[in-house]
């Protein structure tokens, strides 16, 4: 049954309508295709590029300057408007929402008003004695918002301010109201006239200090109710404090109730210390600083002070204890002014930051911690006499000649720069300048401690144990593997080693934290007899096996020393392990981790570095030696056989001949090792105390930057600066695995075309390896 | 054919013996990894054997019953320092961490016992131990069982008689019977009340779209309201049907002796599994291992995630896998076609190699916190406030700022 094809031609038209639409069809599927899996292509480049500038999208806002403008308020500008009430600002605050403020003049009166308007809310006056007048203003804290009038007659008012939400009709209604904390009656501070004043004090503990130039007094008062609680009564201790000739101009008392500080003439400032053994006495009179002081106040949390002086400087200064332990006021850091003389400083209510302003009338925003300027901005052309923060920091009021003006206050993240991040900072409560890493407290009126040192060292540190263990092992073994290993072993061996990638690091830190770290406390010198052993006893071993007679070598052929090894390591572990209590004995006398905390003064936690290197170890070491092993297996054979064929021996043709060649692709597997090591999370988080300190000791924890967003993130207010950092903590991370692994993809690409070059058999054998190369 | 040390380190042997060395050390950590995991996890399965032994501490004695869960010597001097009267120079002893159980009786589970303090140890065979749903686990000896309160069956002693046996046979009967009705109460509590939770409230929502769209036609809202009536009524009935299987659920209860002769009353419906395992032979021993190892995986966690199973914890990893892999997987293939078969071997796929090694390379807690920063803060908040047409009846719960 033949049929004959070639009789007949059949009658085929390419050309028919359907022909070529399924033609057309064909190209545009094809056309889409192309473009689709083009685009998929370059996705991977697009997804790495938008986790890059994600992550530099939320950092960046850290590093803006503040912005400054006049308040807004549905796209009005809040024009100035005269100073409510009548005579001399004393002080200018507003509360909360920044709706209401409040103006003390020299006329005794305390006026609320409308922040936007300049409308008299409420006015107050305060209950002055009949021919006395207002000399003077001392404020306790902002954030406190007690205040005290110095009066011509010695005595003093004291007054807080405050404010009550409501939302009748859903629509926010804020009320001032004046309390007094120490009662309505003036208290006695001084015989003379209180030129100057100073409180501080909380609940039922209060101190005013007050006097004249050269002259001060201190009354220490204690609250306390009666029996049935409806009286409050009021116990007066007076002191005459120490006299000073320097002219004192201004006066500021620490919240301890113990240091007073004093602002003299020329810029000398003197420190009283009111809890000395015999009574008040001067602790220290220095010059702080040239030209005379112009601002004294206190920062938030009143353990700084901030001095401005007429040549536009502002230096910051706290108690420092010295060797002597004594407390010494001591500069700690100047920050860049004005040429200008300094006319008012107002802190933050909330933040370790302030802001001053000069006869320049330019207005400049600080942050302490940071030391940096946020802004510098002038303002207007007239002289500017007074500036005050709301408590969010977000709106400023200015004074120009009883003219007000609200300005709205651009700056969330001031306490962030350069040196607050990679330098040490003088923090206040402490010696000496320091990296610290502490990010929040209980209180309010803590100084955030954003130095991510400690957290890079601590991911150094862990990444440099892990890859001390890591290394020698995998790149030894990877050398064995694939020059001396018999193939049919080799096959079996590679996959299992490459097994331990897949095994989830949790399971590791896991075991790390609740198995390996008490179990190394209690054999730690069993752990180090081992390190010292293992080697001696392979090595011992080998030789006593050349040793041996022909016969019983040749019955394991070259190739599978590996195996014989596994029981020689076996027992010389458990050897080392079951003398380790002896040899603590006879070396440590009984107790090593006790020897090692007394005689070698080495602190030692039980989750410690040594515990990481081994666990992460465990972690690295798959990649090294996968990666180690393909680039040692890919150096051309007719490279090493040449080398034998001259008499070279074994070793040497590796250590001279393959080494050499695979050393690229080594380089590359380290660096991908470190990669993995230096963000490995969960083994740091799980194995080590996670204590961010700066110590190399390998007995003592870290916390890594991995480890530290793992624990932070949940507890962080969005758009914080606390959420930004840690952002930025992740953008490191990222960079710096990124520089790692492009370097080893790199080196990688080069050694494969290298290889390719010369000889072409061996791309086969990387193109099959390829899956663990990329 | 001797070879001198001098001769075999020229050689470079001793560097080949160390490489082989390291690949032995990697092979010991792979497997005696593994083999610590397995062993430490998957001993926790095996019924062990119930103590009885009296301590002696200070001339009062009094009787412990549990399970020996771990041991450990310490030296004799903390010991004593701790405030334990010890005789002897021995420079260690053992202490043991013991499962006593019966946190409704004892207050605590385990308990920490000098091994010195402990005589006449024996495991009696007659000892039981119950898994509950409270109290954690209990153990004890069978003495009766009461159904509504009135005995049924009694038993006095320690041996193992033929009477007891009747006893104990009766008890599991009772277990597996108040097990069933569990069932059928979950099946009722979980699924036949929850689809009509679920039906009733699509009724709800039904109405307010008809409410919103301006409706007014009353033949509508009847049709709904007439269904949610149907509901209702079925609802009250599996309700009855419920509380006639809970008192049939706690019609049983057991007494039981404890350690010191107190006698303790439990109800079965808060029973789980009951076994007698120094009764056990090695077959019975498996059984209940692999009873307890499925309970492992299929079961929800009991007692605050203490007992139980981790049922819920393999579903969302595995259900995250999935996810993950229908979502990524044609991007990753697709990437790699390109690679390959599509794009000119040059700087653009160097370049692109270059990214997929980065993205293999960049560690996951990066991912983590761009995953929380990108999808959920910024484009969960852009979505959500692009499609905040919120129906009018929700507005008032956006609060006011």
Known sequence: MTTDNSSAIPDLDFNTASAKRSRKFRALKDKMASSLIGFGGVSVIIAILLIFFYLLYEVQPLFNSAKIHQWQDNEQVIEAYPAPGEGETLYLTMEEQAEIGLRVTDQGQLNFFNSRTGDIMKQVQADIPAGASVTSFALASESSRIFALGLSNGQALVFKHEYKSEYPDGERVITPSVSYPLGEAPIDVADTSLDLLAINGEESEFLLVGGGKNYLNAAALSLSESLFGDEVEIEIDNQHLPELNIDATKVLLMPDRRWVLIAGNNGKVAVLDLRNGEGPAVSQLLDATDGNITTFDLLLGGNALLLGNDLGMVSQWFLVRDEQNLWQLTKIREFEGADAALVDLTTEHRRKGFATVDTDNTLRIYNSTAHRTALSEKLSDKPIDMIAFAPRANALLTEQDKVLTLYKIENEHPDVSWSALWEEVWYEGYDEPKYIWQSSAANNDFEPKYSLMPLAFGTLKAAFYAMLLATPLAICGAIYTAYFMVPTLRRKVKPFIELMEALPTVILGFLAGLWLAPFMEDNLPGIFTCLIIVPLAIVAFGFCWAQLPQKIRFMIPDGWDALLLIPVVILTTLFGLSISSGVEGALFGGDMRAWITDDLGISYDQRNALVVGIAMGFAVIPTIFSITEDAIFAVPKHLSYGSLALGATPWQTLTRVVLPTASPGIFSAVMIGMGRAVGETMIVLMATGNTPIMDMNIFEGMRTLAANIAVEMPESEVGSSHYRILFLAAFVLFLFTFVVNTLAELVRQSLRKNTVHCNPSVTEDLKKNEHLLS | ?401
Not at chain 2, 150 to 155: A, C, F, I, K, Q
Not at chain 2, 328 to 348: M, S
Request: proline share 3%; charged share 25%; hydrophobic share 40%.
């Open chain 2, 1 to 401: 054919m001797n070879i001198s040390f001098r001769e075999w380190t020229k050689s470079g042997s001793p560097w080949v013996w160390l490489n082989a060395g390291a690949v032995a050390i990697s092979i010991i950590m792979v497997v005696g990894l593994l083999a610590l995991i397995a062993v430490r996890g998957l001993s926790h399965f095996w019924p062990a054997d119930i103590m009885q032994a009296n301590s002696t501490v200070n001339g009062s004695t009094t009787q412990m019953i549990g399970e020996v869960v771990q041991s450990e010597d310490v030296p004799t001097i903390q010991l004593r320092e701790a405030g334990n009267d010890l005789p002897g120079d021995e420079e260690f002893m053992v202490r043991s961490l013991i499962k006593i159980g019966n946190r409704d009786v004892n207050r605590a589970d385990f308990t920490w016992s000098i091994d010195y303090y402990l005589s006449d140890r024996e495991y009696p065979e007659m000892l039981f131990a119950a898994e509950r749903r409270e109290w954690g686990n209990f153990y004890g000896y069978l003495r009766a069982l009461k159904e509504n309160g009135e005995v049924v069956g009694s038993y006095d002693g320690y041996d193992k008689t033929p009477e007891y046996e009747a006893l104990w046979n009766d008890f599991e009967n009772r277990v597996e019977r108040a097990l069933d009705i569990q069932d059928d109460i979950y099946q009722i509590e979980k699924h036949r009340i929850g689809a009509i939770n679920y039906e009733l409230e699509r009724l709800r929502l039904k109405g307010r779209a008809l409410e919103l769209d301006g409706v007014t036609d009353q033949s509508q809202y009847d049709v709904l309201e007439k269904r949610r009536n149907e509901l209702n009524a079925e609802y009250e009935g599996l309700q009855q049907e419920l509380l006639d299987l809970y008192t049939l659920f706690n019609r049983d209860s057991y007494v039981a002796e404890v350690a010191n002769g107190q006698q303790v009353e439990v109800s079965l419906s808060k029973v789980v599994r009951i076994f007698r395992p120094n009764n056990m032979g090695f077959v019975e021993k498996v059984g209940h291992y692999f009873a307890k190892l499925w309970e492992f995986v299929s079961e929800d966690p009991r007692e605050a995630n203490t007992e139980g199973g981790i049922f819920p914890a393999i579903f969302g990893t595995v259900m995250m896998v999935i996810l993950m892999s229908i979502l990524v997987t044609p991007f990753g293939v697709v990437a790699a076609v390109y690679l390959r078969e599509y794009a000119k071997q040059g700087f653009v796929t160097r370049l692109i190699r270059i990214a997929v090694n980065n993205l293999a390379g960049v560690p996951s807690i990066v991912y983590g916190v761009f995953g929380l920063g990108f999808f959920v803060y910024f484009l969960g908040a852009t979505l959500m406030t692009c499609s905040s047409r919120k129906p009018s009846h929700l507005r008032h719960l956006v609060p006011r700022v």
